[in-house]
């Protein structure tokens, strides 16, 4: 009979570096920490720490969980290459993991889930199913619908839950799992897109 799966998850999707090592069911280790900036630089780190602290070697692990998305950009792209690079360099699979998979799971199933998002927005995901791409909708009207609809808008899932759901998400699936992970867009940057000619300077 096979062993449980070593997954380690994390997520760089808002204000923090949130990450878990999943052995079956239990969670061996865990680290959160919050920063506005920087993920790119103390991701591996963190992750190194989760891995010693529960003993286990880069080696070890079964596969790679993933948040990615929507929320941060920047962050979203730290956390899909990391786990790109990992999954390669490794030869495990990488499984990605919405946010709003990841917080419908740690949520009790009666919450209306949303994801903080800018501009007094969130990305509202569909409460039947969290795996299709969430709305970004204006925070009063979703406060509005969860009132009509007599349930707890929750837009406060923790990090620490968020990495955890997401090693679980991914142990049912990283056996199945054949595409890389790729990050979840809901609306365009900000920035404005390169162009493919110089601009024309005028004289």
Request: hydrophobic share 40%; charged share 20%; net charge negative.
């Amino acid at each position: 009979m096979p062993s449980d799966p070593l997954i380690l998850a994390f997520d760089t999707s808002a204000a923090h570096c949130a990450a878990a090592l999943l052995f079956g069911d239990t969670v061996l280790a865990q680290r959160v920490e919050l920063m506005t900036r920087g993920q790119a630089e103390r991701l591996m780190p963190l992750l190194q720490e989760v891995l010693t602290e529960a003993d286990c070697n880069w080696s070890d692990l079964d596969a790679i969980g993933v948040g990615v998305g929507p929320g941060n950009f920047t962050g979203i792209r730290i956390a899909v290459s990391a786990a790109r690079g990992l999954a390669l360099g490794l030869s495990i699979p990488a499984v990605g993991i919405t946010g709003c998979e990841a917080r419908s799971k740690a949520s009790p199933q009666s919450d209306l889930v949303a994801i903080p998002a800018p501009r007094e927005q969130v990305y509202l995901c569909n409460p039947d199913d969290p795996s299709t791409d969430p709305a970004l909708v204006p925070l009063d009207e979703v406060q509005q619908v969860a009132q009509e609809l007599g349930r707890s808008l929750n837009t406060e899932t923790t990090p620490q839950k968020i990495a955890i759901a997401i090693a679980r998400i991914t142990a049912t699936r990283w056996q199945t799992t054949t595409t890389s992970p790729a990050p979840l867009y809901v609306r365009p940057a900000d920035a404005a897109p390169s162009r493919d000619q110089p601009p024309v300077l005028l004289e």
